[in-house]
């Protein structure tokens, strides 16, 4: 794969097919966090929903996503050294691990 303005430019078909792949999925996956984080610092941080969040809700939604993607990244860093470690290991197995 090659780079024009730090934007990859597939060799083959295959190659940008793969590529277009790897974009959605990284879009999906954005998706899914934003909307977990959405759902469970609602649910934490404003109890009964009204026209306007309140200093306290602001300071809460903030503090809670903060954490949220931070545990993500860790959970993410953890999970990708183990299937470096498997594949390090037992390079026939990856497969089915993938990237988290």
């Excluded at 990284?26 to 610092?41: D, G, H, P, S, T």
């Excluded at 903030?62 to 290991?89: F, H, L, P």
Aim: aromatic share 4%; with cysteine.
């Amino acid at each position: 794969m090659s780079f024009i303005n730090n934007s990859p430019v597939a060799a083959t078909p295959k190659e940008a097919v793969m590529e277009q792949i790897r974009q959605e999925a990284a879009i999906e996956q954005a998706r899914r966090l934003i909307e977990k984080m959405n759902e469970l610092c609602f649910d934490k941080c404003i109890p009964t929903p009204g026209t306007s969040l309140s200093k306290k809700e602001e300071g809460c939604i903030s503090m809670c996503m903060e954490k949220y993607i931070d545990t993500r990244n860790v959970v993410s860093r953890a999970w990708n050294q183990g299937v470096q470690r498997i594949q390090r290991e037992h390079p026939t197995r990856v497969g089915a691990l993938g990237r988290f």
